[in-house]
């Protein structure tokens, strides 16, 4: 059986935002990549019909995974803001157990425990108890979303890891969520920002960094 990575995040666009580079090498490697999503995201377009904008974000996650190489991704499709809610009523936790233990999961992306988005830190939460609960043996890694600079000081031990080879398709991946973003220009800067100054400090020309949290 191949190794497989899984991302678990809070909206559709997270994972390539945070962790797309590491993906799209991990996928080049030869592992299998999966994506679970907490929620839809349809609150933050108030302009767009709730439906419409699901199903718009779906396909774009989909595409976004084509891109980056991965085996698929998980909707949950819970309420923005009410994660520890409907986590308990929808039987969350079983269902991320399942599927972690059915594809053999060595390691596992997700927020930092510092987010400033409460979506993010409720999720970075639940993976925590979940992987307590099953004793789970492989690594955990935090990423951030959106902070181009980031002034926080963290104990964590960091983890750069080189996407030279893979920004291109990190930015591909981020173009799928056209929709999503008013311009695309903030995106994409924050993302080249990141990408250039990690690669900076792990000597290469793009990286992305990670906390490792287990
Ligand atoms: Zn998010």
Redesign the pocket.
């Given at each position: 059986m191949k190794e497989s990575i899984f991302v678990i995040?809070?909206?559709s666009?997270?994972q390539i935002l945070g962790p797309g580079g590491t993906l799209a090498k991990y996928a080049k490697e030869g592992k299998e990549i999966f994506t679970i999503i907490f929620s839809y995201?349809e609150t933050s377009h108030v302009w767009l019909k709730k439906k419409v904008s699901a199903e718009i974000r779906v396909k774009e996650a989909q595409n976004a995974d084509k891109v980056i190489g991965g085996s698929g991704v998980v909707f949950f499709g819970l309420k923005e803001g009410k994660f520890f809610e409907e986590v308990k009523n929808k039987d969350i936790k079983d269902k991320v157990k399942k599927l972690l233990k059915e594809k053999k999961s060595s390691r596992i992306f997700t927020h930092v425990p510092d987010d400033v988005?409460e979506?993010?830190r409720a999720v970075y939460k639940i993976v925590n108890e979940i992987l307590d609960e099953i004793n789970y043996k492989g690594d955990l890694l935090g990423f951030d979303?959106w902070n181009a600079v980031n002034i926080r000081k963290r104990h964590l031990p960091k983890v750069y890891i080189d996407i030279s080879s893979t920004f291109r398709i990190k930015l591909k991946a981020l173009h799928c969520f056209k929709s999503q973003f008013l311009a695309m220009l903030p995106p994409y800067l924050g993302v080249y920002i990141n990408a250039f100054m990690n690669g900076l400090k792990n000597d290469c020309k793009y990286a992305e960094k990670f906390y490792k949290i287990k």
């Open positions: 995040c809070a909206h666009d997270d995201g988005h979506d993010h979303v």
